[in-house]
């Protein structure tokens, strides 16, 4: 297997509804994720880019929250209709791999 020079970990963190904010309960991340993840493929960019899903990645408040590594981008506060322009943004920062 290749590895990808960039990842986009995504925050799939649960807490219980009585507990505070994170991204699965509060935002439903994992669906986000998986339409990330489906963004990036369809676009071909498995070589370059990995989309997982992560644990809790600190902020918690105001998510979901995600960051592309190593670029250090974040993204937070996004929902279904922003994953294409998420990807658009990743994919002009990911730098190509050199691990083929
Ligand atoms: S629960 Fe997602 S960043 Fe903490």
């Known amino acids: 297997?290749?590895?990808?020079?960039?990842?986009?970990f995504v925050c799939?963190?649960?807490r219980g509804a009585d507990k505070r904010e994170s991204c699965e309960t509060s935002h439903g991340s994992s669906e986000l994720c998986k339409s990330l993840r489906d963004a990036a493929k369809a676009r071909g960019l498995k070589p370059e880019l990995r989309v997982a899903s992560s644990s809790c990645l600190g902020p918690c408040h105001q998510g979901p929250h995600a960051v592309l590594m190593p670029a250090d981008?974040?993204?937070?506060?996004?929902?279904?209709?922003?994953c294409e322009t998420i990807i658009d943004s990743v994919q002009q920062i990911i730098t190509p791999n050199t691990n083929v």
């Open 1 to 8: 297997m290749t590895k990808p020079n960039n990842i986009l």
């Open 12 to 14: 799939t963190n649960a």
């Open 73 to 82: 981008k974040w993204f937070s506060g996004f929902d279904a209709t922003d």
